[in-house]
């Protein structure tokens, strides 16, 4: 079983910054992939960045530049660093992890429960 546990989000301004954390625990062997994920009241989840286990990003286009993701292999944790946040970018962040077990079985579909991020003045 894989636990993923994000944190970091809050209240902020039009402009501020914040910065997202996850952490996975559990029978992992490897990490291949992390990602952010968002969801806008009465949108659909998108993707938002994610990171691979040799380092390689990918970022959506409304946050290019202004998002960077990063990962701390050994703390199998990932970082979304958010800036110049608009109120547009007001959603649940959540973060999927793409893992292999001890047994060689591979699981993306490991969710953390979210964190609500608000930019609002």
């Known amino acids: 079983q894989v636990h993923v546990v994000e944190s970091g989000g809050g209240l902020v301004q039009p402009g501020g910054s914040l910065r997202l954390s996850c952490v996975v625990s559990?029978?992992?062997?490897?990490?291949?992939?992390m990602g952010w994920y968002r969801q806008a009241p009465g949108k659909e989840r998108e993707l938002v960045a994610s990171?691979?286990?040799?380092?390689?990003?990918n970022y959506a286009d409304d946050v290019k530049g202004r998002v960077t993701i990063s990962k701390d292999n050994a703390k199998n944790t990932t970082y979304l660093q958010m800036n110049r946040l608009k109120p547009e970018d007001t959603a649940v962040y959540y973060c999927?992890?793409?893992?292999?077990?001890?047994?060689?079985?591979?699981?993306?579909?490991?969710w953390g429960q979210g964190t609500k991020v608000t930019v609002s003045s």
């Open positions: 999927n992890v793409g893992t292999v077990s001890y047994t060689g079985a591979s699981n993306f579909d490991n």
């Open positions: 990171i691979t286990h040799d380092g390689g990003t």
């Open positions: 559990g029978n992992i062997y490897s990490i291949y992939v």
